[in-house]
């Protein structure tokens, strides 16, 4: 049976006071005109927040002073050092805050107190970084083919739009703020409809580090508003989106007719591969918190689980019994394993993919509904669930859930495995679990994945290159080149003949 938490444990939480209703555009904090939306806790479903929205007036003002204070000296004149200071500014507001912050985002998420201090570490941590490698990078002396000295360098590409996902808001902005400053831009920035309180915290928290006006807006809204009119702008010279493959795909199709850069994490259904000689309880662990941490809403979740047939069964039996041990309830708990689900609308979505499952011949080994304890009834809680008896083709094994709903399948030979794993749509990442590294680094050659993580799971870092194949997206995140994503290459010849062209004789 797994284990409930009561989630009024920490009701008596009194240091949460929830944003202001304003977003920031063009350096001034001021009250949306559009429609009103009321912000959930979704552990309660009590109200947090009436947020209104922001409408296409509001993006081209954002876009403009936007254009303006990136083109201007006060930030385009700055050698790339004193960026840094900027930076590191920004970085020390969200450590002097994190305590505040990551208690915002688990009352907006609904996430572990222990994994929003994560992510909000984590954004510091970005903003760190990038201030690092704005003070040591270079630009590039070329290899010259004649008579003349050849350079690249980089340059900001003016304004850059970046729609954010609602599962890790405080981190995902971090990712895309930092180093879009770093390479000189503005930035316009629109946070997820459902957790915008998180976003527009950090917005006064980089604001208020001294930021000159206009290189940051914070503006809350819908997609198909919103995220629309930055999308079309024709002042946005560059998208950064994080979120479904199908507004990915939009995305893309809008950026084609502008001819404008993109960069697009989107969607995944990850295969967890345990092989025959695997460490059983290490593998366990691994692939329950591939799947159930963070509620199973990451888009690199471990959703598919491939075992060899040779083990299938007792391990199975194993993940299940830990798995129901696994314990529910309000994030503000310490005790909590597993959190609710970020709204009421989306656990219902999660609820109709088990039941699709159960439709197509899958057997509910756990879980498959929600929680029967009273005290959970009012949250968008969903337990953890594991399926087997389906086949690779099933739907729930070909879309993405994104919530705690793992498909566990048996497979016969590493060439079986691999045609399985790489049978599917999405390429975001997977994860093995096998003693022999050698087999494993064949293994992950073989994987048509953006990350392979052997013997661990979901462990990030910000310095090193992150991206998707196929519909998991296009261009890659972090590391030293995630400022070159945000900039435009330039190359500067310097002619050294003393004399006239021959030519022109």
Not at 67 to 92: M, N, T, V
Not at 176 to 190: F, M, Q, R, S, T
Not at 202 to 214: K, T
Request: aromatic letters at 6%.
């Amino acid at each position: 049976m797994t284990t409930a938490l009561h989630p009024a444990l920490t009701d008596t939480d009194l240091d949460f006071v929830p944003v202001p209703d304003e977003m920031l555009v063009a350096g001034t904090w001021r009250r949306a005109t559009g429609p009103a939306f009321e912000v959930t806790d979704p552990a309660t479903g009590r109200v947090l927040q009436t947020v209104h929205q922001a409408v296409a007036a509001d993006v081209d003002d954002a876009v403009a002073a936007g254009k303006a204070a990136s083109e201007g000296p006060a930030w385009r004149g700055l050698l790339p050092h004193q960026r840094a200071r900027y930076l590191h500014r920004i970085a020390d507001g969200i450590e002097e805050n994190s305590a505040r912050l990551a208690l915002l985002q688990s009352y907006n998420t609904g996430k572990t107190l222990a994994e929003t201090t994560a992510l909000v570490g984590s954004a510091a941590g970005t903003f760190r970084y990038f201030a690092a490698v704005l003070e040591s990078g270079d630009d590039d002396l070329t290899v010259p083919r004649g008579n003349y000295l050849s350079m690249s360098v980089h340059e900001p590409i003016g304004v850059i739009g970046a729609i954010a996902p609602w599962n890790s808001p405080v981190a995902s902005d971090a990712q895309k703020i930092a180093p879009a400053l770093a390479a000189g831009n503005a930035v316009v920035l629109k946070p997820a409809e459902w957790t915008p309180l998180v976003s527009l915290a950090l917005g006064r928290i980089i604001d208020d580090s001294g930021l000159p006006a206009g290189l940051l807006s914070v503006l809350p809204g819908k997609g198909s508003i919103v995220g629309d009119a930055i999308v079309q702008h024709p002042g946005i010279g560059k998208v950064t989106f994080t979120g479904g493959t199908r507004t990915g795909r939009t995305i893309a199709h809008a950026a084609a007719e502008k001819l404008m850069p993109v960069s697009l994490e989107l969607g995944g259904k990850s295969p967890t591969i345990v092989l025959d000689d695997a460490d059983i309880e290490q593998a366990v662990a691994g692939v329950m918190y591939g799947i159930f941490s963070s509620s199973g809403q990451s888009c690199i979740a471990g959703s598919r689980l491939f075992v060899d047939r040779s083990l299938y069964e007792p391990f199975v039996a194993r993940l299940v019994e830990r798995t129901r041990a696994l314990r529910i309830g309000n994030g503000r708990d310490p005790r909590t394993q597993v959190g609710p689900l970020v709204h009421h609308a989306h656990r219902d979505s999660v609820a109709s993919y088990v039941d699709l499952a159960r439709r197509e011949g899958g057997r509910v080994l756990c879980g498959g509904a929600a929680p029967d304890d009273p005290t959970l009834a009012d949250g968008a809680y969903y337990l953890p669930t594991i399926v087997d008896g389906l086949s690779n083709d099933a739907r729930v094994c070909r879309e993405e859930i994104f919530g705690p709903v793992l498909v566990v399948l048996p497979f016969d030979g590493v060439d079986d495995l691999v045609a399985q794993a790489n049978d599917s749509v999405f390429g975001l990442a997977a994860g093995i679990w096998t003693r022999d590294y050698r087999r494993a680094w064949r293994l992950a050659r073989r994987l048509d994945t953006g990350t392979v993580w052997i013997n661990t799971y979901k462990r990030f870092s910000i310095s090193t290159p992150f991206g998707g194949v196929k519909e998991s997206g296009l261009g890659v995140e972090k590391g030293r080149d995630g400022i070159a994503a945000y900039s435009r290459c330039k190359s500067v010849y310097f002619g050294l003949d003393d004399g006239p062209d021959a030519w022109a004789d």
